[in-house]
């Protein structure tokens, strides 16, 4: 039985699919997941984010993480890079007015701090999260368009895979040349649940790094993380569920 629809195929692949398909880490940590996700450029259909540490409990960081005037002001910046109040608005892309709203904000909320020189780096207690993230674009019959949209998702994902039915798929599998210069994966999924894998996308930092801080903000704002050492029927149903 073919599938009708693209979330009959998201929901079977969700359901059916083993992570390492996509996640090749033999123990991966807790992940995050989310279904028609806005993590900044482009709405995929589904992110799975594996984290690599421990997350604390801050809403108001991660609020303020989505917002696009923060996430590249925060992007400029490391622990141990400070930089001028000049270059952080020239980043910033806005009137000096909001500029100045936004660093307040993110000052308050220890997401960043000066200097008795002025110069502004991430709070001492911050670090960007180290969160491993994947996309992944389901369509049914059109694999140049699917293309298309998860090109989108390498500016804030570390892999990005296209995942269409059997034939479908090898017919997208012929253009391996307008695959791989992308670094997009595709992946074949059938009616019985068998999921293969015929491109691979590998792990390359994600091309925007304002926009994997927005969907870092994203998806910890999302709730708890899912185990992953939970079976994969309880996983697949939490996923669902969201």
């Known amino acids: ?8 195929l998201r929901q079977s692949f969700q359901q059916h699919a083993e992570p390492s398909l996509w996640c090749p880490s033999p123990k991966p940590g807790p992940v995050r997941s989310a279904i028609e996700s806005t993590c900044s450029d482009g709405r995929a259909d589904w992110v799975w984010a594996t984290l690599n540490c421990s997350m604390p409990a801050n809403p108001v960081a991660y609020e303020l993480m989505q917002q696009p005037t923060c996430s590249r002001i925060l992007a400029a910046l490391r622990v141990k890079r400070r930089q001028t109040d000049d270059l952080l608005y020239s980043v910033a892309g806005v009137s000096r007015l909001t500029y100045r709203r936004f660093l307040s904000h993110l000052l308050d909320s220890g997401l960043i701090s000066t200097d008795k020189a002025g110069l502004v780096s991430l709070g001492p207690s911050f670090q960007i999260p180290d969160i491993e993230i994947c996309s992944f674009e389901f369509k049914l019959q059109n694999w140049r368009r699917a293309f298309q949209q998860a090109r989108r998702y390498r500016s804030f994902s570390h892999r990005v895979y296209v995942v269409m039915p059997p034939a479908a798929a090898h017919r997208a599998a012929e253009n391996v040349v307008s ?18 894998r015929l491109i691979l996308s590998k792990k390359k930092q994600p091309a925007c790094p304002s926009h994997h801080i927005q969907a870092i903000g994203f998806l910890e704002s999302q709730g708890d993380a899912i185990p992953a050492r939970r079976a994969k029927s309880e996983i697949a149903r939490l996923q669902l569920a969201r």
């Open 179 to 196: 695959f791989r210069p992308f670094n997009i994966g595709l992946i074949r999924h059938d009616a019985d649940g068998i999921s293969t």
């Open 1 to 8: 039985m073919a599938f009708r629809w693209e979330e009959e």
